[in-house]
């Protein structure tokens, strides 16, 4: 494809993750798992505003009244407009903390969790609803990524990075039923981290130490493929005005930064495709 990556924001984000537009704000969120930071970025005006969370902090959603949702070291809380913070649904399990997040059509949140020494089995993906309720999706999964849906909600692609796979599944509400192997990668070309679905049904994916983006058709056919100035590419999400701009994080953790200054950068790759509308957490 035509177009390469830009830079958006230069930063050293130890572990960049999670790029999500706030429609309602029309601004791009972002975090810093390991530096506990919650970032914004305008792309209209440049400015950038940075919260700092009390837990290393996994991903960052806006919410339909305002404020965020966030997946934390001890489960999930939220900031409301004042920046006030309280827990939404707290699970606390020693060694483990909050990973990759996404937000269902019907307005849940998806979270996934994972150990800090990245032991098999060790984390879960749970649906935790505007209310708190929380119903664990997904058991027995070690590094739980990327999720997103079909741009019908009938299909949900979702990655456990060690398996090498992007996998889909059929859901309907809390229940996850039929999963399958979409694509799964081929030595040397990194592991699968975050990823987002386009308005065509496409599923973006990026990879770990493979300094690359790419996005497979519905039925797992290799469409595009990106190569990135970094090598642990985290994550990626469609924003702008118009939606047609693919914003990716990146990681600095276990790089040299010599050789990869622009390692820990928010990057954007302009007019890459056409994104779906993702909504707010309902709560």
């Not at 050293?12 to 798992?33: H, K, M, S």
């Not at 770990?208 to 990106?226: F, I, M, N, Q």
């Not at 702008?240 to 701009?245: K, S």
Request: charged share 20%; with cysteine.
């Amino acid at each position: 494809m035509t177009g390469r990556p830009e830079v958006a924001v230069r930063a050293g984000a130890t572990l960049g993750e999670g790029p999500t537009w706030d429609a309602a704000r029309q601004r791009l969120i972002w975090v810093d798992i390991l530096s506990a930071r919650v970032h914004t970025f305008d792309p209209a005006d440049g400015r950038r505003t940075v919260l700092a969370t009390e837990q290393h902090v996994g991903a960052a959603k806006p919410r339909a009244g305002g404020g965020l949702v966030v997946n934390l070291r001890d489960g999930v809380g939220c900031y409301g407009p004042d920046g006030r913070f309280a827990w939404l649904h707290r699970a606390p399990l020693p060694g483990r903390r909050g990973n990759d997040a996404a937000v269902a059509p019907d307005g849940a949140l998806w979270v996934g969790t994972m150990r800090y020494d990245e032991g098999a089995g060790g984390g879960a993906l749970t649906r935790v609803a505007a209310d708190g309720s929380a119903v664990t999706v997904l058991k027995g999964v070690t590094i739980s990524n990327g999720v997103g849906w079909s741009p019908d909600g009938r299909l949900m692609y979702y990655v456990d990075t060690p398996t090498r796979r992007v996998d889909v599944l059929d859901v309907e509400g809390a229940t996850v039923t039929g999963r399958r192997t979409l694509v799964e990668l081929e030595p040397g070309a990194g592991m699968p981290d975050g990823l987002t679905v386009d308005a065509d049904g496409c599923v973006w994916v990026a990879l770990w130490d493979g300094g690359a983006v790419r996005r497979y058709t519905p039925g797992g056919v290799l469409d595009r493929a990106v190569e990135m100035p970094a090598s642990r590419i985290t994550s990626c999400a469609f924003g702008g005005a118009g939606l047609t701009d693919l914003y990716i994080t990146t990681a600095r953790t276990g790089t040299d930064p010599g050789a990869e200054p622009l390692a820990g950068s928010l990057l954007v790759l302009p007019e890459a495709g056409h994104g779906l509308a993702q909504p707010p957490f309902a709560g």
